[in-house]
């Protein structure tokens, strides 16, 4: 069946640092990838999107890129806030559902 | 704006009581969702509606009944509730279509002791 893997955490940053977070999924077809956030104490929303290969998402600052070769969704931002701090999972859609990775909480430090 | 809306945000339990979790979304979104979120193991799908009249079983439903009562709602119930079901959970809907993304609610979260 259909899985994503995304690193493990937790992971502390200081403000303005470079910020990764790996995914790599196996799925069948041709799925959509998501990045979802979740701040404390709230639901998931959606932070970006790609639906086919090489589609590039990207919103406050984040982007990441459908890589169907290496089947990865790397979530990407330049220079972290601490507003930043929060959860991210990497999920994948097909048909009717979403696959979801453990998260990674990310601390971001003043 | 509403979006999605879970009722209640917070509920205690004792084991053996029942308890349905209400969710009900203004999107006109054809898939809701039901989740369970546990420390370390990302979001768990319980049960889904792809339509509104049909139900289907996700990845972890045993202890757990839905029921699609409209387009709008969508009703997770707990029939006997056991320690193992404290949790987080999540009602999420959809446009039918599979590129689209799910949206959200704020959570239900239920401890049972």
């Known amino acids: 069946g259909d899985s994503v893997t995304q690193m493990e955490g937790p992971v502390t940053l200081s403000e303005e640092a470079f910020l990764t977070i790996n995914c790599t999924y196996t799925?069948?077809?041709?799925?959509?990838l998501f990045w979802y956030v979740q701040y404390p104490g709230e639901g998931l929303q959606l932070l970006l999107k790609?639906?086919?290969?090489?589609d590039k998402g990207s919103n406050k600052g984040f982007e990441a890129t459908y890589r169907k070769e290496t089947t990865s969704f790397h979530l990407e931002k330049g220079s972290v806030q601490v507003s930043d701090s929060a959860v991210y999972f990497c999920a994948l859609k097909n048909d009717y559902k979403l696959s979801f990775g453990a998260g990674t909480t990310v601390t971001v430090r003043a | 704006n509403a979006g999605v809306t879970q009722t209640p945000k917070f509920q205690v339990l004792k084991t053996g009581q029942s308890m349905t979790l209400q969710c009900a979304q203004d999107?006109?979104?054809?898939?809701m969702y039901w989740y369970r979120q546990d420390p370390g193991m990302g979001l768990r799908l319980i049960y889904y509606?792809?339509?509104?009249?049909?139900?289907d079983k996700g990845e972890v439903p045993n202890g757990y009944n839905v029921s699609r009562l409209n387009k709008r709602e969508f009703s997770l119930r707990l029939e006997s509730a056991a320690p193992s079901q404290t949790s987080v959970y999540f009602c999420?809907?959809?446009?039918?279509?599979?590129?689209?993304?799910?949206?959200f609610g704020d959570g239900t979260r239920l401890s049972i002791l």
């Open positions: 509606s792809a339509s509104e009249g049909t139900t």
């Open positions: 799925a069948t077809g041709y799925p959509s």
């Open positions: 790609a639906t086919k290969a090489d």
């Open positions: 999420a809907s959809s446009v039918y279509l599979s590129n689209q993304p799910q949206h």
């Open positions: 999107m006109n979104h054809n898939s």
